[in-house]
């Protein structure tokens, strides 16, 4: 899981699999937000979960949040190689959407 | 919609020298960020401007960083006498600055400063 002190985590898996990456958070946020960075890019949103939301979609990303033991989930479901890149989750404890992120976790998706 | 924009994609600076990277948000954004990116520290927050007010600039060096927007559709992040230390890629993010909403967040592709 991504966070604190913890080192920039991988993942290998093959093409086809699913895959649950886990971010734990320190603070208090109003919104957990799940970004996706592929070489070269900046970091692109996938899924933003308010606090008051346990579970969130978008087509084979699913995005969950416990705000009890301030942990977030974000799971893709039938993996593709274009999913390769570095997951990162976010937390805002402004209100302004200054984010604080996570180490990230590489995926690779293997063929 | 083209997006963030940030120029130049590259920059190689000898130590010492000034370095200016500049982002160009979305057009209606009014919320624009500064964030460093480095494989030891990760992304960090360093300057935020709302309507081109600088608001928050926690993250920033006190010393040799400055960021300014003069105009809605820029914003530039200046480094003086960079230090290898300031290697890094250097992103921009804008948004239309809803609280606590962020569902438009969106960032440049960044500028990867090398400092030899």
């Given at each position: 899981s991504q966070?604190?002190?913890?080192n920039l985590q991988a993942l290998s898996i093959q093409e086809g699999e699913d895959v649950t990456m886990n971010c734990s958070y320190k603070t208090y946020t109003t919104v957990v937000q799940w970004y996706r960075q592929?070489?070269?890019k900046g970091p692109a949103q996938l899924i933003l979960i308010r606090s008051n939301e346990r579970e969130k979609r978008s087509g084979r990303l699913r995005a969950t949040l416990d705000t009890s033991s301030q942990s977030s989930s974000?799971?893709?479901t039938g993996t593709l190689a274009t999913d390769t890149a570095v997951y990162f989750c976010a937390t805002d404890d402004s209100g302004y959407n200054?984010?604080?992120?996570?180490?990230g976790t590489v995926l690779l998706v293997s063929p | 919609n083209a997006g963030v924009i940030q120029t130049p994609r590259h920059k190689?600076?000898?130590k010492g020298q000034e370095a200016t990277l500049w982002c160009e948000p979305i057009s209606g954004?009014?919320?624009?960020?500064?964030y460093r990116q480095t494989i030891v520290q990760g992304l960090e927050f360093l300057t935020y401007f709302r309507n081109q007010a600088p608001i928050d600039d926690s993250g920033m060096p006190k010393e040799r960083f400055s960021a300014q927007m003069?105009?809605?559709?820029?914003?530039?992040?200046k480094i003086q006498s960079t230090q290898p230390q300031d290697s890094a890629v250097y992103l921009c993010?804008?948004?239309?600055?809803?609280?606590?909403?962020?569902?438009d967040y969106t960032f440049g592709s960044g500028t990867r400063l090398l400092v030899i």
């Amino acid at each position: 899981s991504q966070w604190g002190e913890e080192n920039l985590q991988a993942l290998s898996i093959q093409e086809g699999e699913d895959v649950t990456m886990n971010c734990s958070y320190k603070t208090y946020t109003t919104v957990v937000q799940w970004y996706r960075q592929k070489s070269g890019k900046g970091p692109a949103q996938l899924i933003l979960i308010r606090s008051n939301e346990r579970e969130k979609r978008s087509g084979r990303l699913r995005a969950t949040l416990d705000t009890s033991s301030q942990s977030s989930s974000l799971s893709i479901t039938g993996t593709l190689a274009t999913d390769t890149a570095v997951y990162f989750c976010a937390t805002d404890d402004s209100g302004y959407n200054k984010l604080t992120f996570g180490k990230g976790t590489v995926l690779l998706v293997s063929p | 919609n083209a997006g963030v924009i940030q120029t130049p994609r590259h920059k190689v600076t000898g130590k010492g020298q000034e370095a200016t990277l500049w982002c160009e948000p979305i057009s209606g954004h009014s919320a624009v960020f500064w964030y460093r990116q480095t494989i030891v520290q990760g992304l960090e927050f360093l300057t935020y401007f709302r309507n081109q007010a600088p608001i928050d600039d926690s993250g920033m060096p006190k010393e040799r960083f400055s960021a300014q927007m003069p105009n809605q559709s820029h914003s530039t992040l200046k480094i003086q006498s960079t230090q290898p230390q300031d290697s890094a890629v250097y992103l921009c993010a804008s948004s239309l600055d809803l609280k606590g909403r962020g569902s438009d967040y969106t960032f440049g592709s960044g500028t990867r400063l090398l400092v030899i």
